[in-house]
């Protein structure tokens, strides 16, 4: 579950994949311990609450780490590891607007984003990447673009819990809640990994509530 990443920035996740190679973000592990833990906000409200100087930091390392894929992307243009590096830059970017309440800078970051992950997995099949691109879409609004990337993901592995997890989260965010309750029952059950059950069944609760 990636329980290392619990209490890391987002931006700080980022830097870190830059300098291992890329790392994968760990969708569950942030997803889950932010419901699980009592009392915990989420990311963007922490941000949008954060001083005015440590917000304009933090844009300022992330548009540092923009440039800086701007300028290897031009001297390797078809590097896998370039394009999702620079990918997962430009979609914190995009989350770090959204969160900031400019929309229009937000989605143009997200929509990049999709673009670079989308030229990799041209190239190449790989399913966290894939996850990646779905979170990408969901995160800009983008629902059926989103379900596309899950449903490719969960045909090639149906038990690919990660994915299971994204697309519940995905259906409540389109507010289908009967959808969502069917894919949380299912996560709650016995036999699943407990932080996941766990999790599940608080969602399935949660979802309950609503219909």
Do not use: C
């Not at 844009?59 to 780490?65: D, M, P, V």
């Amino acid at each position: 579950m990636l329980r290392i990443f619990r209490e890391r920035r987002l931006l700080a996740r980022v830097v870190l994949g830059v300098l291992v190679g890329m790392l994968a973000l760990g969708l569950i592990g942030s997803t889950v311990a932010w419901y699980l833990e009592p009392g915990r906000s989420p990311s963007g409200s922490s941000r949008r609450d954060a001083p005015e100087a440590e917000q304009q930091s933090e844009e300022a390392e992330l548009r540092l780490l923009l440039a800086r894929y701007e300028a290897m992307q031009k001297e390797r243009p078809e590097d896998p590891a370039v394009l999702t590096g620079f990918a997962r830059v430009e979609a914190e970017l995009g989350r770090f607007y959204l969160e900031q309440g400019r929309q229009e800078e937000g989605r143009e970051f997200y929509r990049r984003a999709a673009g670079h992950f989308e030229a990799v997995l041209a190239r190449q099949e790989d399913a966290s990447l894939r996850l990646e691109l779905a979170e990408v879409y969901q995160a800009a609004g983008s629902f059926e673009q989103a379900e596309e990337q899950l449903r490719k993901v969960l045909a090639k592995d149906p038990d690919n819990v990660q994915a299971q997890v994204q697309r519940g989260l995905l259906r409540e965010a389109r507010q289908d809640w009967l959808g969502a309750a069917e894919i949380w029952q299912a996560l709650a059950r016995e036999g699943t990994d407990p932080t996941v059950r766990e999790f599940a069944r608080a969602r399935l609760k949660a979802v309950r509530e609503k219909m």
